[in-house]
């Protein structure tokens, strides 16, 4: 009691009551958490769709406090008790949520025309205390995207997600706006991206989300989706290289190289190339390659362990739809792991992701027999919604 009464924690009579200067708060996902408030005098006035603070004279500048882990002064636990604690159902009528220009969660009374920092929720919070888990334990592979972005907040971050309009992409780009990020659904069917971010705002009206064309096929459409996001003038704080082709019949793209390639390597190579310095000036910054377990059955070198530049980018006689897949895989994994020795010491680190084997989506589509085969081991694999974020 003694070490309780030195530091102020047994000042309260009730258990759950904080502490002098703390102030619990929640995230938008609804979790809550608590900050100590340095002791400076300020005038909060409160009106509707405001909050404004002003400080006496001489007085210290507020400092805005967000949650975070690493945050010396806020923490998920409770000072006193040590629990966690997160909100347990919906907005009373009349309330709604919003985000300042902090990215800070503050909550509009529309009846009753008054602005607070406050969840009206607050008072109806349930513990959770699970056992703290190791890595492994933490995710597996009925983890979805929402779970594993539970608890943070993308606020002021801005996110690339290729092939963003449907399957794992659709997913990932919905979990980060969910979270807050801005994010660029960057696609070559406009009609589909549009439609995919009506689906998303239709979740949360206010979530930030576009579309912009991204046509990795065509090194021209890449170079011009580049500029037109430079000219944005916004930071890149991730980029989900995650659109692919699988189980195409041969072509050549309009470059003169074989579909596959292009489309799941070299396309987005390209991306990243003249993105970099957005990276590296938006640090800490993260790029993400969707690859796949295909990658360890094929091999880009030839009988002596050179590398075959011709396996990259056969020819029809030497095309084969699945080993184009693996190899074009293979090439993203190489290049991940590059990407992230050499830009990791300026902030930039790369990760390339495996969402799960034979997981059903509509990459399957361009032969019967492939949507066959994962129509019979749908059953076995993981959904769309499980898929693995690394953010």
């Not at 990459?363 to 019979?376: K, Q, R, S």
């Amino acid at each position: 009691m003694a070490a309780l009464r030195y530091a102020g924690l047994d000042d309260t009579d009730s258990e759950d009551e904080l502490p002098p200067g703390w102030e619990q708060r929640s995230t938008k996902d609804g979790w809550v958490y608590y900050a100590k408030r340095p002791k400076t005098k300020m005038l909060v006035v409160r009106g509707f769709n405001r909050l404004i603070s002003l400080h006496l004279p001489e007085q210290k500048e507020r400092e805005d406090i967000v949650p975070g882990h690493t945050e010396e002064k806020t923490q998920w636990e409770h000072p006193k008790t040590g629990k966690r604690k997160r909100i347990a159902g919906d907005l009373p009528y009349g309330w709604e949520q919003e985000t300042d220009d902090n990215g800070q969660v503050f909550f509009v009374d529309h009846i009753n025309k008054r602005t607070t920092y406050l969840d009206p929720r607050l008072a109806f919070t349930v513990d959770d205390n699970p056992t703290k888990p190791t890595a492994r334990q933490k995710y597996d592979g009925s983890t979805t995207a929402m779970e594993i972005l539970q608890g943070r907040d993308f606020s002021g971050k801005v996110v690339i997600v290729t092939g963003a309009n449907s399957g794992i992409g659709f997913e990932t780009a919905k979990s980060f706006a969910l979270h807050g990020a801005h994010v660029i659904l960057a696609c070559r069917n406009m009609a589909r991206a549009n439609e995919a971010v009506l689906r998303i705002l239709e979740e949360w009206h206010k979530a930030k989300v576009e579309a912009m064309t991204l046509d990795l096929a065509l090194l021209r459409s890449v170079q011009h989706f580049a500029e037109a996001f430079k000219a944005k003038n916004v930071s890149l704080h991730v980029l989900v290289c995650n659109a692919a082709a699988f189980a195409l019949p041969w072509s050549l793209t309009k470059d003169g190289l074989e579909t596959t390639f292009q489309v799941n390597h070299l396309g987005h190579f390209y991306l990243v190339q003249l993105l970099q310095d957005v990276l590296c000036r938006s640090a800490p910054a993260r790029v993400v390659v969707v690859s796949s377990e295909s990658h360890r059955f094929t091999d880009i070198s030839d009988s002596s362990g050179k590398l075959d530049l011709s396996r990259l980018s056969p020819s029809k006689n030497d095309y084969w739809a699945m080993l184009a897949y693996n190899r074009s895989k293979l090439c993203n994994i190489l290049f991940s792991n590059e990407l992230h020795r050499r830009l990791s010491p300026r902030g930039v680190t790369s990760n390339a992701v495996h969402p799960g084997n034979m997981m059903y989506s509509a990459i399957h589509h361009n032969w019967w027999v492939y949507t066959l085969l994962f129509t019979l081991a749908r059953p076995f694999t993981k959904s769309m919604i499980m898929i693995e974020v690394i953010a």
